[in-house]
């Protein structure tokens, strides 16, 4: 007999969105190339689906150069409209600007912090906040935490931030554990 997974609502009846959630999604991630290219689709994300953006991440890593921030910082009016013309991805010009932008203010971040990592878990002290949601009508599209986040990106001139990107964001690197407490995830993060 077959034991049933119970996972998050969300994640259900898709193959690749099931191995996102229980792969991914949740658990902490500190490699700056890997947190910037995860901010990069959760920008991307904006206004879509984030199935879309999952069944387009090989394609926009591909296009974007595995999202290595150096690389990205240094892209061109050439390459920008390369990017334009890549069916691939979702060619919005305000959100490719927006990854290009971001790019440079990470460097900028990496060498005030030494780390987008310390940046970013410096707003948790390194700690996961460790929700106990029993449904998923009970989880927030942003909160306090995300607000300040939101705020101090956009202080410091990163676009396409607002307060539902980074709590989404803080979610999938996983400085929030927003699996449902029914979730099999939930006791692993």
């Given at each position: ?25 949740g ?67 305000l ?73 989404a ?6 400085v ?6 029914s ?7």
């Open positions: 007999m077959k034991t049933q997974v119970i996972r998050c609502s969300w994640a259900e009846n898709d193959e690749k969105m099931s191995k996102y959630h229980d792969e991914i999604w658990v902490p991630e500190h490699d700056d190339q890997k947190l910037f290219g995860k901010l990069c689709l959760d920008l991307m994300q904006a206004g879509l689906m984030w199935k879309t953006i999952l069944y387009k991440q090989e394609n926009f890593e591909k296009a974007f150069d595995n999202f290595h921030i150096e690389t990205v910082a240094a892209y061109d009016e050439t390459k920008f409209n390369e990017l334009m013309q890549n069916s691939g991805i979702v060619r919005n010009r959100k490719i600007r927006a990854i290009i932008n971001n790019a440079e203010r990470t460097l900028e971040i990496q060498k005030e912090f030494g780390s987008f990592d310390a940046y970013l878990w410096g707003f948790t002290k390194g700690k996961t906040i460790k929700n106990k949601w029993r449904s998923m009508s009970d989880v927030p599209t942003s909160t306090p935490l995300s607000d300040t986040i939101s705020k101090d990106l956009k202080k410091r001139g990163f676009k396409f931030v607002g307060t539902t990107i980074i709590y964001y803080l979610q999938a690197i996983g929030v554990n927003d699996h449902l407490v979730c099999f995830c939930y006791g692993k993060r």
